[in-house]
């Protein structure tokens, strides 16, 4: 498997949260900013795979304080060699797509093909439905009424919209949302004729195109967490998008593995093997003490899911199939229903030997809780993953 780690990077301890507005405090965001240095330089030279951060705005309890991870990314992407660096993701119906897809191509480049691509559909209402006004768009928690399915379209035609622009020199389109160019748009310049494409005789622009394209070819490698449903999958596999799998289920997750199979088989993309093209997410802390592990965890992961995730509705993740009922979301929950792997190496180890006896996921996206985890807690635990244990799965 190959590790990616997914920061959901907290401004202040756990102790300042609780205190309330610490994600406005300029030195805690200094001090996340340090952190994170520190731990993906050391992620870099112990050879994860890559790391990557989310997209979310007014976080001002500091939660998840990473309002542009193309730029966060970048950000430390200087400062390492070899890890890639992503987004877990860009929430494609809230963007201009083309500003997008030339922001990526540029974040490409400036990595010389050291990064991937995020695309997600959006699920906080609080910033997602501010900042989607433009669009007639909000956050969505896939309940297939009209406004999730209006949600569903514009990120595909979004979608759609990059994937032309990163893969032709100049492309048209013609959707819901946009007309790229619009019509009758005139720009009766020669240097377009003598040096450039997509005007006609006219003088008009009847296509357009970005630069640069993507570093690498076609374009980056592309992943969509948090994947819950059927069409996501199957949308994912006709598209090559590796959807991350945050179910803690065996069941559910084998039914969905299957789904993405026989999907990119109908699409043309051969029958690939069970798990391949895949990621599963679990929230990864590893340590000598497994009591410690569990002390700290309890006051990351379990904290901020019990606060602040699990009212969302990210319960439905711990769902056993044909199980009815409410969910907990406290940090016990969590443990017993799998979705967190805290514990010494061999706990650990163990873990990924019962993932593995059913499924073999490509990636695995390890969540990581910098700020209310102390620094050293979380450096001495992407130690033991390096050396104890990535050696057994490689």
Known sequence: MKSILFYLPSTGSHMQITRGMAGTNPANYQNMLRQLTHQVRAADEMGYWGASFTEHHFHIEGFEVSNNPILLGLYLGQQTKNIRIGQMANVLPLHNPIRLAEDLSMLDHMMRGRTFVGIARGFQRRWADVMGQVYGVGGTLSDRSESDRRNRRLFEEHWEIIKKAWTNETFTHEGEQWTIPPKDLEFPYDAVRRFGRGQDDAGRIVEVGIAPRPYQTPHPPVFQPFS???????????????PIVMHTDPVRVGELLDVYVEEAEAAGRGRLARGE????????????????????????????????????????????????????????????RGLEWVGTPDDINRKIERLVEHHTPEYLLQCQYSGPIPHDVQMRSLELWATEIAPNWL
């Open 277 to 336: 093209s895949v990621g599963v997410m679990r929230d990864v802390l590893v340590s000598r003490n497994k009591e410690e592990a569990h002390h700290w965890a309890r006051h990351g992961g379990g904290f901020i899911f019990d606060n602040w995730f699990g009212p969302m509705g990210f319960t439905e993740a711990l769902r056993n199939t044909g199980e009815t009922g409410p969910i907990g979301s406290d940090y016990d929950t969590l443990v017993e």
């Open 228 to 242: 819950f449903s059927e069409d996501t999958f199957r949308f994912c596999a006709r598209e090559n998008v590796v």
